[in-house]
């Protein structure tokens, strides 16, 4: 079964500081892997995404992500926070592509930004 | 704007009642899912249907039933409300291309409040 946890439901940075937020997962199968974002009020939306290939990919708004195998993680980090970068965000595993396969979600992590 | 659209956006009911939940995929996708978002179990998937076929099942509770209509758009329907089933209930959809990485589009969800 895949499973996704995320370190820390709230985390708190200084506008212009690093982001870092923590995503381990757990596949029986080469994973694919999501970071969506989630705004007040808001859907979800894709911050960006893993499938195969360079394992350091670039998403939106300045965010990037590194797919680790030996350590099974996904952190994403974005080197300097800005005040709207203050949302929930969620990690998110699948074993595939296709279109058949559900995305496993982690409980999600809360970002906010102080000046 | 993802292009998938539900409806609709708030609901207040109260305990016993019945809902119907609509969802609009993006135009050519075959797939949709069903999230329910809630403070205490986070981001649960439910049900995914494709092309009028149901394909994966989740946590689904045997009040709540789905289904995929010829046109693609599919319904959540929840009876013997209860207090706890308030949430945010998203829809979700997928193409299925040789293109696809898994990545699912959101709808920005429906509010329901069971009083």
């Known amino acids: 079964a895949q499973s996704v946890t995320q370190l820390g439901s709230h985390v708190s940075v200084s506008e212009g500081a690093l982001v870092l937020l923590r995503c381990n997962y757990s596949?029986?199968?080469?994973?694919?892997l999501f970071w969506y974002v989630q705004y007040p009020n808001q859907g979800l939306q894709l911050l960006l995404k893993y499938t195969t290939g360079a394992t350091l990919v670039k998403g939106i708004n300045g965010f990037e992500a590194e797919f680790k195998k030996s350590e099974t993680s996904f952190h994403l980090t974005k080197p300097s926070a800005h005040m709207s970068d203050a949302a929930e965000y969620f990690c998110a595993v699948s074993h595939g592509a296709g279109g058949y396969n559900k995305l496993i979600f982690g409980a999600g992590t809360r970002l906010a930004v102080h000046p | 704007d993802s292009g998938v659209t539900q409806t609709p956006k708030h609901l207040i009911t109260a305990t016993g009642q019945r809902v119907t939940l609509r969802c609009s995929p993006r135009?050519?996708?075959?797939?949709v899912y069903w999230y329910q978002q809630s403070l205490d179990q986070g981001l649960q998937f439910l049900i995914q249907?494709?092309?009028?076929?149901?394909?994966a099942k989740g946590n689904i509770l045997e009040r709540f039933s789905a289904q995929q209509f010829p046109d693609l758009h599919s319904e959540l329907n929840l009876s013997s409300l209860e207090l706890g089933d308030s949430a945010l209930y998203f829809c979700?959809?997928?193409?299925?291309?040789?293109?696809?990485?898994?990545?699912?589009?959101f709808g920005e969800g429906s509010r329901l409040t069971v009083l």
């Open positions: 979700a959809s997928s193409a299925l291309t040789g293109a696809n990485t898994g990545e699912l589009f």
């Open positions: 135009s050519g996708d075959l797939s």
């Open positions: 596949s029986s199968v080469p994973p694919y």
């Open positions: 249907y494709y092309n009028g076929e149901e394909r």
